[in-house]
Structure formats: structure tokens, C-alpha cells
């Protein structure tokens, strides 16, 4: 069970006055039943032909709600999710809450270890996986303390005596439809505080346990305010091309449900078929990260498609290109805005590329109640101004409560101001130009975005480590036409080893997750060091040509 976090500073506490709960707080469960009750066949989810209603999926949520209860569950409790998208996925995961448990969502292209050891720190009780990931995940990795349920139904109309299913329940693996309690079974009433926890995100890793960001309700309920700039209202349509574990793609989810919008869910991102969905459904908001918007400004056939109905598109995650902006003003209708900000919350800047056109090379200025400070290596605060660049700090109502089970993680990732307000480090390195525009100069934890996925280059290099052969390594980010950006390693081989540069990267490619394959491997003599030891990896990226692979 979580731990629950220590109240909030007393509203008198001007000086915390920015980082309180508002007080109309709403808890998203209890937003959606007002949805149902005053609009109860409005739609709610769309996937594929399977569609639900606010009073469906009020009524859904009832039902995860008391099952959950019945096997015992209580509020701080969690469940973990490791699926594509789909509406049982959101189902769960609202149902979840409404019974007080947070949720866990993982990724699919995790290794089967990643995923049962990210379940195992939370403390889920229940793994919900849907056919391909429990074919990739073995029960005997998740251990007999985790029950499984798979998402996937069983065909009704199979003959018993044909062939197998082609994905068979694993020995104590439950069907969701057999696992729930009898439609119509209501659940006891939770009342959620502000401060519970309603999600864990975990951060990329290829060893150990990946560290566990726990955010708040009130860190969400954050988001539904500040989104109402965005639009979102009872005739919203977003279109969800991105992962439903990504952090990225519930800044959209969660305001869309919050205002009584619709979400239309894409299980995988496709060009053609995102752009036919935004047709039909006359789509008027979407989320997409750098990579996605640059794949459909690609596509032969984007100008053929009538995009009118857009009213809000925004970007996260990664770096998006001033140019790539510019074009997506000029032939996409309707606004633009970027985010930037980080899982653990803090502060973020917002951009409405569409307002300030002049504007497209920084990431925008301070959300309200977003307070946004540089500081410097020492960790002292610098002054407001164009000619200072620190290292990016920020404090705002959307704030992680902690790292789960990882205090001293934590206490590193927060840095305090002389009042002793808390703020997350972002560790970028920016500054603000005259009108209080941040322009990101570099990324100091040297940390990879690609395709809008977090990979960090110390979890590539440790497990490169257990190589026999590679005696020393670094890698970095390097820029990618279809990626954004990609990892590439430099190795120095041990003397007495002679493995190939190829051989090394298949080696390395089969121990991690999709996401954090590296795209090359180039062996050198000796890796370039600063007079303290520091291995120089601006370096290696500006010297990387792909032609010199060794």
C-alpha cells in the first residue's frame, strides 16, 4: 500500500499559497458521474466498433470499483496495466481510482523483467495485461502474489473441440469478464483527498527497478484547470494516437473526461489511419509528440484530408523543431501549443505557437501559478534576465508527491529557494529572452528522447558494462530523421576481447526495451575526459558520423 503523503501546507502559508490544492477541487471519478447522470448518453470512448457512453462507462467504473473492493482492495492500493489502448484499459483505470487505488500503467515494449519488476515495486496486487503482452510477460516472472487478468475475451462462438486459441489463459490467469462482479454491484463510496496518490509513472530503465513518479490527484485536478484554456468542453473530440502509460497522453485524456469530451483511441499510431480517423470523427483536439506531427507533415495524402474541425493540437515530450512548428501552422487548422515540462511535474511553459508565431525557437513562458527560476551549478538562484542560463527549476499545484520507495531520489530531484518552497529539478539548461520566453540550451542529465520516450544513457551504459567485452562506454543521444533522436554507443573493448561492433549491439538490443535500442555501436580507443574524468559526451555526438562506425 502507498504511503499517503504528509498534508499540504495550511491555506495561510502565503508563501506556499501558489502550490495549494484549489479549492473547488473535483475528483475525476466523481466529475464523470455528474457526466452520466446530466448527459448519460453523450459518448464517452471510442476504439475500433466498440463504444461507450458516459452512463456506460459510469456504470463500468461501478463495476471495477466493487470488484476491486471485494477482493479486498483499499484506497492506496494499486493495480498495474500493461496494454495497449483500448476502452477496457480506461475503464479499469477510472474504475481504479474511483475505489481510492492508484494506478500503474507500463509500457509494453518493457522487457518481460522490467514490467514484473515496475509491478513488484508499486505493490500491485492485480496485473491487468491484454493477449500480446501476457505472451511476452510469463507468469512465472510476475510471481503467485500478482493476480493476472487479461483484457481479451474469449470467442463465444469457438468450438470447444477445434484447435486452441491462439492465446490461451496461462494457469491462474482470469478473464476480465469472469473476474467482475455482477453488473449493477455498486461499491462502497470513497471520498478522494486531494493529496492520494491517483497514478505511478515509471521513467525508462534496462536495470534495477526504474524510478516510480507518484502524482497526486491534485496534480491532475491541476491540469483540468489549466486546460480550460485548451477548450475542453462537453463537444470536445480528441484523438489519442499516443500510449495510454505515457504521462504525455493523460495531460489530454484526463481534461477531455473532466469537461464531458470524447476520447477516440488509436491502439498504434498510423498516418493514414490517424488522418481518416480525424475525418470521420471531426476530431477538434489531439496529442502528439514531435516525431508523430513530423511523420504526418510527410505523408503524401495530408493535404487531401479536411482537418477543419481541429480547434487544439498540442506537443510534449521532445524537442520540437521551430521549422516543424511553422509548418503545421501553415497547412493544419486550428491552434498549437506546446508543453514543456516534466513527468514529475514542477513547472511547465506553454507555448501558443498560433500567438506568437514570433516566438517558435523557445518553449514559451510560465503557466499561471507556475513559478519558473534558473539556478546555477551551486544550486544558487540566478537573476531574472537574458544574459543568465541555469539550470531550469520549477513549483506549481502539479507536482509529484515523491519517487516511490526512492527518498533519496527524491531529496535529488528537489532544490528549495530561500523560503524553503519546495521545486523539481528539471535538469535542463535554459534561459529567458526579454519578454520571458524560456529557450532550452541543452539537457544536463544528458537524458535521450526518442519518439517522445525518456531514455536515459547511465541505464544503456550499465548493462553494457556486464559485457565481458567492453571495458569502459558512454552513450548518447544522436539526431534521428524518424526518432528525434536515438541512442549510439561508444565502447572500449577489453584487451583480451575481440568482439565486433555488431555482435556487441545485438547482444545489447536483446536485453532492452524497444524504445532503448541503440541504433549503432561504435568502438574506440579511449573516450574523451575532462581533467576531473568526466566523460566529454558533446564530444562524441559532435564527432559521430554513422560512416565511421568501427
Not at 477445434?162 to 455498486?186: F, I, K, M, N, Y
Not at 509528440?289 to 495530408?302: A, E, G
Not at 541555469?390 to 523560503?419: F, I, K, T
Amino acid at each position: 500500500m502507498l504511503r499517503q503523503p504528509d498534508p499540504l501546507p495550511l491555506p495561510d502559508d502565503s508563501a506556499s499559497a501558489a502550490a495549494m490544492p484549489l479549492p473547488d477541487f473535483h475528483a475525476l471519478p466523481d466529475l464523470i458521474a455528474d457526466h452520466a447522470r446530466q448527459r448519460p448518453t453523450a459518448p464517452a470512448l471510442i476504439c475500433g466498433d466498440d463504444r461507450l457512453d458516459f452512463a456506460g462507462l459510469d456504470a463500468a467504473m461501478d463495476q471495477v470499483a466493487a470488484t476491486l473492493q471485494r477482493d479486498g482492495c483499499r484506497p492506496g492500493d494499486t493495480i498495474a496495466i500493461c496494454a495497449l489502448a483500448c476502452n477496457a484499459y480506461l475503464v479499469l483505470f477510472m474504475g481504479a481510482l474511483r475505489a481510492g487505488l492508484a494506478v500503474v500503467p507500463l509500457a509494453p515494449g518493457s522487457t518481460p523483467a522490467q514490467i514484473a519488476a515496475m509491478a513488484a515495486d508499486a505493490g500491485a496486487r492485480h496485473l491487468f495485461l491484454d493477449a500480446a503482452s501476457a505472451l511476452a510477460v510469463p507468469a512465472e516472472l510476475t510471481g503467485p502474489g500478482l493476480q493476472r487478468i487479461r483484457l481479451d475475451r474469449a470467442d463465444p462462438n469457438a468450438d470447444p473441440q477445434a484447435e486452441p486459441q491462439a492465446h490461451p489463459l496461462d494457469a491462474g490467469e482470469t478473464r476480465l469478464d469472469d473476474w467482475l462482479t455482477p453488473a449493477g454491484s455498486p461499491p462502497q463510496a470513497v471520498h478522494i483527498q486531494p493529496q492520494w496518490p491517483f497514478n505511478i509513472i515509471y521513467s525508462s530503465g534496462t536495470t534495477g527497478t526504474p524510478k516510480g513518479i507518484v502524482q497526486p490527484h491534485v496534480m491532475r485536478w491541476a491540469q483540468v484547470r489549466r486546460a480550460e484554456a485548451g477548450g475542453y468542453g462537453p463537444a470536445t473530440v480528441t484523438l489519442i494516437a499516443t500510449p495510454l502509460y505515457s504521462n504525455t497522453t493523460l495531460v489530454v485524456v484526463v481534461p477531455t473526461l473532466a469537461r464531458g469530451g470524447c476520447l477516440v483511441l488509436m491502439p498504434k499510431f498510423d498516418c493514414a489511419q490517424y488522418l481518416a480517423l480525424a475525418q470521420t470523427h471531426r476530431a477538434t483536439h489531439t496529442m502528439l509528440v514531435p516525431v508523430q506531427y513530423q511523420r504526418l507533415m510527410q505523408w503524401p495524402d495530408f493535404d487531401r484530408h479536411d482537418l477543419g474541425s481541429f480547434k487544439f493540437k498540442a506537443c510534449t515530450s521532445a524537442p520540437f523543431r521551430a521549422e516543424l512548428k511553422a509548418e503545421l501552422l501553415r497547412r493544419w487548422p486550428g491552434g498549437l501549443t506546446e508543453y514543456y515540462g516534466m513527468t514529475e511535474g514542477g513547472g511547465s511553459c506553454i507555448l501558443n505557437c498560433h500567438l506568437h508565431p514570433d516566438k517558435l525557437h523557445t518553449v514559451g513562458q510560465p503557466a499561471e501559478n507556475h513559478d519558473i527560476r534558473l539556478i546555477d551549478e551551486l544550486g544558487q538562484e540566478l537573476p531574472r534576465g537574458p544574459d543568465q542560463t541555469g539550470e531550469v527549476v520549477g513549483r506549481s499545484p502539479a507536482m509529484m508527491n515523491e519517487y516511490h520507495n526512492q527518498p533519496a531520489r527524491s531529496r535529488d530531484a528537489e532544490w528549495h529557494d530561500a523560503l524553503g518552497r519546495r521545486f523539481i529539478r528539471t535538469g535542463d539548461v535554459g534561459r529567458f529572452d526579454e519578454d520571458g520566453f524560456l529557450i532550452l540550451m541543452d539537457r544536463r542529465k544528458d537524458m535521450i528522447i526518442s519518439g517522445g520516450f525518456n531514455i536515459y544513457p547511465s541505464d544503456l551504459e550499465t548493462e553494457l558494462r556486464a559485457h565481458p567485452a567492453v571495458a569502459d562506454v558512454a552513450v548518447v543521444g544522436v539526431p534521428s530523421a524518424e526518432w528525434g533522436e536515438t541512442p549510439v554507443a561508444f565502447v572500449v573493448r577489453h584487451p583480451d576481447h575481440f568482439d565486433e561492433a555488431d555482435s556487441l549491439r545485438l547482444w545489447m538490443n536483446e536485453r532492452v526495451g524497444k524504445t532503448q535500442r541503440l541504433a549503432d555501436l561504435k568502438l574506440v580507443d579511449e573516450l574523451p575526459r575532462s581533467a576531473i574524468g568526466k566523460v566529454l559526451k558533446r564530444e562524441l555526438r559532435d564527432a559521430y558520423r554513422p560512416a565511421a562506425l568501427g
